[in-house]
């Protein structure tokens, strides 16, 4: 287990009540919680010949594994556009702060950004509890976050745009693929927060509808190292499939366990929601191949402004340096927001989301559209197959960009989730 991770298993149940505290605070009217010292609503500044914008990621625990890579895409996207001269006329400076995989950090972290870095956007977190722990930051605060990965869907913010798949455009899609394929018969695991609870919750919602049965639900403590009990719970169960929400560096043990139990991809396949080429490079492909996953992009996506994304961050972080959904999705939220202040010709985060719908971007993962209604993003759907060489093919794709439905209102089955 990493120090980050053990730091972390400890500080989790403090973190908790310290961000219940503060939630506490601000529902009995007080002048000081998560959202600043202030009730009055922190000013971006937008004087000098820069701007400043806010990288929140965990740099430290369990969920480093995933997020300094994301960062670094978010790097890459500024310096890309502030070499060809910024945005209205202005370079951009970013301000990187480390959430640490600690939700009332993330919150303490976002409210220094905006309060007194006086960022213009910030964009950044990764997990749902950490942007369930900032949400009403930058809600109060009337300042715009970009939040670049997949999540569980059943939300929307007047201040957060999505850039990552809402439900529609991933779970849905990863089910429908099992179904496909005769899967009649699946196992959940994942990681105990609300990413996952809620993703099962729906899960279960559309196994009943489809004639599909789940055969079992497991959860472990974020951060978790010890597998052995739920992959032999798994094995026993002879489910069809798997679907994994694992997240961070507890996929490195469950797969091990699971392959020391004589399980394959083969006889009973796991589909993946937070495990990229990052990932897989950090766990091991010898544990993954063959193993599935749902996404929007791949580093293997074809493309002309994929191939000149792979070829840049290469070339930056080290050509050993793969890229992944998350990466991706966050280089287009920079190049998004870039978009979006200039039709509006200007940083004020009112006129920003009044100029958003229908922006469009020929991103790495294919051409993105804003949809401003809900600020989510019409993204194409893809299931691939991870190979021995740590890349993921893709074996489907939705032909289409997806519009995005995050509270599922499009289907029957759903209507009582929300």
């Given at each position: 287990m990493s120090s980050g991770s053990r730091i972390f298993r400890r500080q989790i149940v403090a973190g908790a009540a310290a961000l219940a505290a503060a939630v506490a605070l601000s529902a009995c009217g007080a002048k000081t919680d998560a959202g600043g010292s202030s009730d009055k609503a922190a000013q971006a500044d937008t004087s000098g010949d820069t701007v400043k914008v806010g990288l929140l990621n965990s740099l430290s625990g369990t969920m480093a594994i995933s997020e300094v890579t994301v960062r670094d895409s978010?790097?890459?996207?500024?310096?890309?556009?502030?070499?060809?001269?910024?945005?209205?006329?202005?370079?951009?400076?970013?301000?990187?702060?480390?959430?640490?995989?600690?939700?009332?950090?993330?919150?303490?972290?976002?409210?220094?950004?905006?309060?007194?870095?006086?960022?213009?956007?910030?964009?950044?977190?990764?997990?749902?509890?950490?942007?369930?722990a900032v949400k009403p930051v930058f809600e109060k605060n009337k300042s715009l976050l970009f939040y670049p990965v997949q999540y569980e869907g059943l939300e929307e913010s007047p201040y957060i745009f999505y850039t990552g798949a809402t439900t529609n455009q991933q779970i849905v899609p990863a089910l429908d693929y099992l179904k496909s394929q005769g899967k009649k018969s699946i196992y959940l695991v994942g990681s105990d927060y609300v990413f996952p609870r809620t993703a099962n919750k729906i899960i279960q919602a559309y196994a009943k509808a489809n004639g599909m049965k789940v055969l079992g639900?497991?959860?472990?403590?974020?951060?978790?190292?010890?597998?052995?009990?739920?992959?032999?719970?798994?094995?026993?169960?002879?489910?069809?499939?798997?679907f994994n929400t694992l997240n961070g560096d507890s996929n490195v043990a469950f797969f091990k366990e699971y392959k020391s139990t004589g399980l394959t991809a083969a006889s009973m396949p796991v589909v993946s929601v937070s495990i990229a080429e990052e990932e897989v490079k950090s766990i091991g492909a010898q544990y993954l191949a063959g193993q599935l996953t749902a996404w929007n992009y791949y580093q293997t996506t074809a493309g002309a402004a994929n191939t000149e994304f792979v070829k840049a961050y290469k070339a930056k972080y080290g050509q050993d340096k793969p890229t992944s959904d998350p990466m991706e999705a966050a280089y287009t939220s920079v190049y998004l927001w870039k978009a979006m202040v200039e039709k509006a010709k200007s940083f004020d985060p009112e006129k920003v989301k009044?100029?958003?719908?229908?922006?469009?971007?020929?991103?790495?993962?294919?051409?993105?559209?804003?949809?401003?209604?809900?600020?989510?993003?019409?993204?194409?759907?893809?299931?691939?197959?991870?190979?021995?060489?740590?890349?993921?093919?893709?074996?489907?794709?939705?032909?289409?960009?997806?519009?995005?439905?995050?509270?599922?209102?499009?289907?029957?089955?759903?209507?009582?989730?929300?």
């Open positions: 978010l790097k890459l996207a500024i310096d890309e556009i502030n070499a060809k001269g910024g945005v209205l006329g202005k370079k951009i400076k970013p301000i990187s702060e480390d959430g640490a995989s600690d939700w009332p950090t993330f919150a303490e972290k976002a409210s220094k950004l905006i309060r007194e870095d006086r960022v213009v956007a910030t964009f950044g977190c990764w997990t749902s509890a950490s942007r369930k639900e497991d959860y472990a403590p974020l951060g978790s190292t010890e597998f052995s009990t739920i992959a032999n719970k798994v094995k026993a169960s002879k489910a069809d499939a798997v009044a100029a958003s719908d229908g922006i469009t971007f020929d991103a790495p993962e294919g051409k993105v559209t804003i949809d401003g209604a809900s600020q989510h993003i019409y993204k194409t759907a893809r299931i691939g197959k991870i190979g021995t060489d740590g890349l993921i093919e893709q074996v489907w794709d939705s032909g289409k960009a997806i519009k995005p439905d995050p509270y599922l209102k499009g289907y029957d089955w759903a209507s009582g989730l929300s």
